[in-house]
């Protein structure tokens, strides 16, 4: 990959790859990256599932990975017989939320999707800022955010009846995960992680075509290709663990560039020859999918709030 303009007019130089490309060339190679990487997991699903996939969930924050997701889901549907549907999550944050949902909904306007929204309000009665305020946690607000918006998609998903559902994250994204899982050494949870090969019952599988794709080039791609989505961190995110990670690895990648492919690719070499997983259990208080007999996590920490 290559022509005469990377030399001459480059946009990027990947330093994990040794390429210079001018914008048509980073174009290409990002596009193929994607949709290769979407291709892939969609038919990996297919095989081992044998379904039909004719109704895709997209998760839309607005922001530049879910927005850049919607363009390239978008591009990999094209004539065929598959709906996309947008589906976006209001905790009810102030001054940030619904500045990003108004991109949301701008993109899904010019692309001709259907968009649909859920709020924390209507999942548990109470928007994210009321509930700090009611139940303040005692780390991260990230945390019980993170269980409200995972149990909001699944619920949203199954309501619109998707197929599987794509989210935006990105190669910095997984590869902290990765990171942070190791870590933990929680094998488990490095198993669980999306994009999920089967489909269980209750739950929707989730599908990354970004994985491969670092956080610089899917924003350098958004901002080239004109969209219209939110710049802006979450008010909340300042104290989330995660930030400890991405600080470490961007330090790795830089001393050692491609430690981020890395981390991806030995995951996927710890899940090659890993079988089917159990099925879920019903939650015994909501019945909402769950890895075991007890009351799910969103259930103990949220059930005075939904009774």
Known sequence: MGCKRCKENPVISRRYSGEILCKSCFFK???KNAQKELRKQINLLVKNSDIDIR???IGLSGGKDSTVALHILKSYVGDRNIEIVGLSVDEGIANYRSKSLECAASECNRLGIQLEIFSYKELIGMTLGELLIEKPPQG???SPCGILRRRSLNQMANRVDVDCLILGHNLDDFAQTVLMNHARGDIARLSRMAPHK???KGFVPRLLPL???PEQEVYLYSILKEMDFHDGDCPHSG???RNTFREILMKL???QPGT???LLNGMEKIRENMQKPEDLIPCPSCGEPSGSHEPCVFCREFATFTA
């Open 239 to 241: 104290g989330a663990q």
């Open 140 to 142: 991260s607000p990230c």
């Open 29 to 31: 190679s990002f596009e």
């Open 198 to 200: 089967f489909v269980q």
């Open 211 to 213: 994985r491969r794709l």
């Open 260 to 262: 981020r492919h890395s």
């Open 253 to 255: 990648e830089k001393e």
């Open 55 to 57: 109704k895709i969930g």
